[in-house]
């Protein structure tokens, strides 16, 4: 109930109008969706739980772990890259693990189709570059091939059918480097590279989207 009732601080609230897409019914409604996972965890002995509501006001600094929403957020626990989405959402966070509703709502405008594709493609680029040094490299490309194709078996033995997955993704990876004009040998995709590829395969592209 009290929830229902709370509302943001008028600065709170043209804060996170002028930095998302969302209008403030969006807003409220992200809040919803955030105070019921908060309602779902209970933290571990000794942590401290902070109130999301304090004298009536939302507190949009309230934390939950990432893991958290990993496991309770539908549109994250179908989505194989959620893990390095909530990373990358996360990393102005002061606690290591933990998500404020700032990022959650940052999080979930970037993905709402209503957010340009030149930002949705900056936030990609981020989410694909693994080690963060601004290029994806075939490496980064390798992994992720890996984490996008992951099924249960992946923790198999190597064997002739991981030599065969080997090499899929070497030609995977070679038809990337191609698409962007991009020597095979080169080290990897700039963020140039990268918004060229995107812009020849708007259905790639439209998949980074999803809504609460
Ligand atoms: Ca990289």
Request: hydrophobic residues 35%.
């Amino acid at each position: 109930m009290g929830a229902k009732l709370a509302t943001f601080r008028d600065d709170d609230m043209s804060g996170m109008l002028a930095c998302t897409c969302l209008n403030r019914t969006e807003i409220y409604h992200t809040f919803k969706h955030f105070s019921a996972l908060y309602e779902l965890y209970t933290p571990s002995e000794g942590e401290q739980r902070s109130s999301i509501i304090d004298n009536g006001y939302i507190n949009p600094e309230v934390t939950l772990p990432v893991q958290h929403i990993l496991d309770n957020l539908p549109q994250m626990k179908t989505n194989p890259l959620s893990a390095r989405i909530l990373k990358v959402f996360t990393f102005g966070s002061e606690k290591e693990g933990f998500m404020n509703f700032l990022e959650f709502l940052e999080m979930i405008s970037v993905f709402n189709p209503k957010t340009s594709i030149q930002v949705r493609t900056v936030y990609a680029f981020r989410v694909y570059d693994l080690d963060g040094d601004g290029i994806i490299s075939r490496s980064d490309l390798d992994t992720l091939l890996d984490l996008l194709t992951s099924t249960s078996n992946v923790e198999e033995e190597d064997g002739p059918e991981d030599e065969m997955w080997t090499q899929t993704k070497q030609v995977t990876i070679d038809g990337v480097f191609k698409e962007v004009n991009k020597e095979v040998k080169a080290d990897g995709l700039s963020s140039e590279d990268f918004s060229f590829a995107l812009s020849r395969s708007p259905d790639f592209i439209s998949t980074f989207s999803f809504r609460l």
